[in-house]
């Protein structure tokens, strides 16, 4: 009796220290899925979304350890200076993400990817952007906030709006602030409000100039081919006149010829 009470204790103590094990485990990763990310304020709506508030903490990176059950973020008035690529990959229930009023200067490729699906609302208004990147909003469908940046308006913008799938509303936002070139009269206006101005028109005169330096250069080649090809040949008909004319048989006739020509 005392070594089967002995072997059941034993094991039960076994069986004690892995359920503890279990439940620890559990509880650590429960814990890093859904607490609220480091020096951030956190809460729960009734209907189980979580809202992330990183406001005016003074950031200068995105935060990696917002919970992945994050329904709305908040990160206006930091010092961001980038978005990186899949810098929000892994919150797929995002509904509202807020970036406004920082120092954001680049939206790499992908910054939002993987948000297409959720994401409602996308606020970067009050920044420091100045080109558009389409590959940034590369599936985005939501309405956006792009106002109070200093847009630069060139050719470029004006062939990237056409490829984003943001709301059309979305794109009046951008309001130039220079333009290229600075004569179409753009500044200050909401570029998706001037249909009128063609901004790759100085680009299209470029390519046409460049284009008839093209011909002309082969034009020119192909006239002084040609008449080094005639030359040639004509040198080459006088060399070959010039050894018929030393030919003995042929300069017998032509005595001859002279001959009979002054009997006549």
Known sequence: ???????LLRHSVVTCLLLHSLVLMTFCF????????????????????????CSNM???????????????????????????TNAFADLPNLVELDLSHNELSLLEPGAFRGLGPSLQFLDISSNKLVSFNPEAFDGL????????????????????LPRV?????????????????EETGVQGLAFLLAPAIDLCVVMKRTTDVAM??????WFSMVISYLVYYVRANQEDARRHLEYLKSLPGIQGKSEESSTISTVV
């Open 1 to 7: 009796m005392s070594l089967i009470a002995d072997w």
């Open 212 to 217: 008839l330096v093209v011909m002309f250069g």
């Open 141 to 160: 469908r939501s309405r956006a906030n792009l106002t109070n940046n200093p847009w630069h308006c060139d050719c470029n913008l004006q062939m990237a």
């Open 165 to 181: 799938d943001l709301e059309p509303a979305s794109l009046a936002g951008i309001v130039c602030k220079t333009s290229d070139p």
């Open 30 to 53: 429960h814990n890093a899925a859904t607490s609220c990310s480091n020096g951030c304020y956190c809460s729960e709506s009734d209907t189980g979304g979580k809202t992330v508030r």
């Open 58 to 84: 003074r950031l200068i990176e995105i935060p990696q350890d917002i919970p992945n059950d994050t329904q709305r973020v908040y990160l206006d008035f930091n010092l961001f200076t980038t978005v990186p």
